[in-house]
């Protein structure tokens, strides 16, 4: 099982840690290249950004595919039991490793997850202890709520 993602750097790792909420959202590729410019527009004004740690899903659908009830209940797992591998995380969530693995290397390029490395073994963390998704109801996303539920 070949793991693509790049390990965060220490000083990521306490950053995110330090933080306790996870904003998940709906915006349109504009919308986030909006935010995108601001946040370096700040940065180079004073030398900060203050804001959540955001995820955006371009669609309701790629939200919704993404954070699905088994994978919340992973991650709600790894929060809750703190397991020391993959190996342990499957068995927690009583699911394939080659599944587990899987989903949480996908969870670990969102940023949802990071792994410390403890020799062969990698532990999944959840640096957050709440997860808010925002729903914007309009236009610019190209998808509304309302359409999903029709």
């Given at each position: 099982?070949?793991?693509?993602?790049p390990?965060?750097?220490?000083?990521?790792r306490e950053?995110?840690?330090a933080?306790?909420?996870?904003?998940?959202?709906?915006k349109?590729s504009s919308e986030?290249?909006?935010?995108?410019?601001?946040?370096i527009?700040?940065?180079e004004?004073?030398g900060?950004?203050d804001?959540?740690?955001?995820?955006s899903?371009t669609?309701y659908?790629d939200?919704?595919?993404?954070?699905?009830p088994?994978?919340?209940d992973?991650i709600?797992?790894?929060?809750r039991?703190?397991?020391?591998?993959?190996n342990?995380?499957a068995?927690v969530?009583?699911?394939?490793v080659k599944?587990?693995h899987?989903?949480l290397s996908?969870?670990?390029?969102?940023?949802?997850?990071?792994?410390e490395?403890?020799?062969?073994?990698?532990?999944?963390?959840?640096?957050?202890d709440?997860?808010?998704?925002?729903?914007?109801?309009d236009?610019e996303?190209g998808d509304?709520?309302?359409?999903e539920?029709y």
């Amino acid at each position: 099982m070949n793991d693509t993602t790049p390990p965060l750097h220490p000083m990521e790792r306490e950053q995110l840690r330090a933080e306790s909420t996870l904003v998940v959202t709906v915006k349109s590729s504009s919308e986030f290249h909006d935010d995108v410019a601001d946040g370096i527009a700040a940065l180079e004004r004073d030398g900060t950004v203050d804001s959540m740690p955001t995820l955006s899903f371009t669609s309701y659908d790629d939200l919704m595919g993404t954070l699905t009830p088994r994978v919340l209940d992973l991650i709600e797992a790894i929060c809750r039991e703190e397991p020391s591998s993959i190996n342990e995380t499957a068995r927690v969530v009583d699911r394939d490793v080659k599944n587990v693995h899987e989903e949480l290397s996908r969870l670990a390029q969102l940023g949802i997850i990071f792994f410390e490395e403890d020799g062969q073994s990698k532990r999944p963390v959840v640096w957050f202890d709440e997860l808010v998704i925002n729903l914007p109801f309009d236009s610019e996303t190209g998808d509304t709520a309302a359409d999903e539920l029709y």
